[in-house]
């Protein structure tokens, strides 16, 4: 960890930081950027020889992007259902000018597919012509430095990036996030190492009283500040996977296109006098009594099919999710919206466990924005969903019971069942107690019928 601005910024030293635990965090960096982006040859290495061909000169890819897709899963869980913001201390207009204005949702779904991939994501405050805008942040360009006596404790957060200028001429722009202020620098690279600073530092003071800068982690532990990612734990399994169906497309291609065996009488001769055979590649077999027949032979096709059953059982165990968060549901097994989630269980505890460094830096985020807009502090809350797709016709049964009970008013069924607020929802209110006034009717006593008698 780095724990003072001169270690990283002195002339001569090189960039980026060669601090053993930045090394290794923006290599993992690198190695999951390409797996995300499906540039898996480059990571397994080692791996992909093992289906190299050699008479061909190419390899056999088949690229299954499951680390994409495991971190497309966790952001989908987060925010399928977009989360409730309020406050109760400050204005909501303005907090929701702010989630508008910046894109929020989406900002903060590229922020949650970072901690899944890197273990860290980061969101930053910023004024506009006067208005607060919140925005994602690339985390391979973000430097905390941390106090020596507590190394959970980040005192200022670096943001650093280098820029071409001309042909092999690079600067760094720099950005140091200390509560309420920002200082800007600008230093020149020579051979990816700092020198001079272009032009004197400024700093930019704000009407706040926290960083700019607001931090998501994945899982954590006591002896490290940087979150675990997701895809370490995995990628074994995958690289594995793939080569499996890569030696599965090898033994097909040999099986659609076999040789041929034979007696030499089967070889002709064309126009030029070159030896042909119409039947395709051929060896000659030198005793003339065996018919011509295609070389077979058994590529253990089972064999393979069920090693990759094996591999998804142990990614899915490992990954915390199950055939059923992507997809894959049997026939009977989720009909109701409550079995569907009873299916689901390990992947939302992880996305809940995910919830408790995400939380606290989102509502940082909103807190932070309104306070540079406004000039004053606010409290945040939010509440958030399972990005499951609700069963309405469980919610539209649960809400009619409560009424029923008296345990939910005719307008928190309304909201629940329907999602609407405000004004609209005052209508809606309306509009139902308006059409049942007519049914509480007095009931009607019908004559009774008259003796026979009398009616002779």
């Given at each position: 960890m780095i724990t003072s601005l001169e270690t990283i910024f002195s002339k001569g030293v090189p960039w980026p930081p060669r601090d053993m635990?930045?090394?290794?965090?923006?290599?993992?960096?690198?190695?999951?950027?390409?797996?995300?982006?499906?540039?898996?040859?480059?990571?397994?290495?080692?791996?992909w020889k093992r289906i190299y061909r050699t008479d061909l000169e190419a390899t056999i890819e088949i690229l299954l992007n499951w680390p994409k897709r495991l971190s497309t899963l966790w952001g989908d869980l987060l925010l399928g259902e977009i989360p409730t913001v309020?406050?109760?201390?400050?204005?909501?207009?303005?907090?929701?000018?702010?989630?508008?204005?910046?894109?929020f949702w989406s900002q903060l779904y590229a922020s949650a597919i970072d901690v899944s991939r890197f273990g860290n994501g980061l969101l930053k405050s910023r004024l506009v012509d006067g208005k607060a805008k919140i925005s994602g942040f690339p985390p391979r360009w973000w430097f905390p430095i941390v106090d020596p006596s507590d190394l959970k404790e980040?005192?200022?957060?670096?943001?650093?990036?280098p820029v071409e200028i001309s042909t092999d001429k690079y600067q760094l722009y720099v950005q140091v996030h200390r509560p309420g202020e920002v200082e800007y620098r600008i230093y020149d690279l020579n051979r990816w190492s700092v020198c001079s600073l272009v032009e004197d530092p400024h700093t930019e003071v704000f009407n706040c009283d926290r960083p700019l800068i607001a931090t998501m982690s994945n899982v954590t532990t006591t002896d490290r500040y940087y979150g675990?990612?997701?895809y370490s734990d995995v990628a074994s399994i995958v690289s594995e996977i793939e080569v499996r169906f890569a030696q599965i497309a090898r033994i097909l291609d040999k099986h659609a296109?076999?040789?041929?065996?034979g007696p030499a009488s089967v070889v002709g001769k064309d126009e030029n006098g070159n030896d042909v055979v119409r039947m395709g590649?051929?060896?000659?077999?030198?005793?003339?009594?065996?018919?011509?027949?295609?070389?077979?032979w058994d590529g253990q096709m089972e064999a393979n099919f069920?090693?990759?059953?094996?591999?998804?059982?142990?990614?899915?165990?490992?990954?915390?999710?199950?055939?059923?968060a992507f997809g894959q549901i049997k026939a009977g097994l989720a009909e109701s919206g409550s079995a569907l989630k009873r299916l689901l269980t390990a992947p939302l505890a992880k996305v809940n466990r995910l919830k408790l460094g995400i939380d606290p830096a989102v509502c940082q985020a909103l807190e932070t924005a309104y306070q540079l807009e406004t000039g004053k502090p606010c409290m945040v809350s939010i509440a958030w969903k399972d990005g499951i797709p609700d069963d309405q016709v469980e919610v539209s049964t649960m809400c009619d019971a409560a009424y029923v009970a008296g345990t939910?008013?005719?307008e928190q069924v309304i909201r629940r069942r329907d999602g609407l607020k405000g004004e609209t929802l005052e209508k809606a209110v309306a509009e139902i107690r308006a059409a049942t006034a007519g049914l509480n009717t007095p009931k009607v006593t019908l004559p009774e019928a008259e003796d026979e008698d009398e009616e002779e």
């Open positions: 635990d930045e090394v290794r965090r923006l290599a993992m960096y690198s190695d999951n950027q390409k797996l995300f982006e499906g540039d898996h040859p480059d990571v397994f290495t080692e791996v309020t406050t109760e201390d400050g204005d909501q207009e303005v907090l929701d000018g702010i989630i508008k204005r910046s894109n980040v005192t200022e957060h670096v943001l650093a990036w675990h990612e997701d296109d076999p040789k041929m065996y590649d051929f060896i000659v077999v030198e005793k003339e009594d065996i018919p011509p027949g295609y070389i077979t069920k090693e990759i059953d094996l591999l998804m059982e142990q990614f899915y165990s490992i990954s915390e999710t199950s055939p059923s939910m008013s005719l």
